[in-house]
């Protein structure tokens, strides 16, 4: 079984010791929603306070995107944290996984 958490939602200043505190408790990762903050900031700010734990989207609203802005934001996170991110919109989920990053 894979046990996954949200981010907080309410204040991006307590994203990082909260992800970071969920992968020393060994959770496999953590998702963050379109609610207040975009969600893809969360991840990354998730993401630089972290090594192993799985980055997820839980709500990334797809009309206010276009696909080339989300392939962008999804490679950007993949190279910048070096590992894969699952992005899911409200239209579906898309995957984006880098090979060799």
Known sequence: ?????????EDLRK???AAWEVEAEGYDGV???ENKHDPFL???VAGAATERIE?????AIAFAR????VANVGWDLCRLL???LLQCLDQGCLQ????GV
């Open 42 to 44: 969360a991840l990354a």
């Open 55 to 59: 980055l997820h989207t839980s709500v």
């Open 82 to 84: 070096r590992r894969h």
């Open 1 to 9: 079984m894979r046990v996954f958490t949200t981010l907080p939602q």
């Open 66 to 69: 276009t696909p080339m802005a």
């Open 96 to 99: 984006a996984r880098v090979a």
């Open 15 to 17: 994203v990082a010791p």
């Open 31 to 33: 998702a963050s929603m």
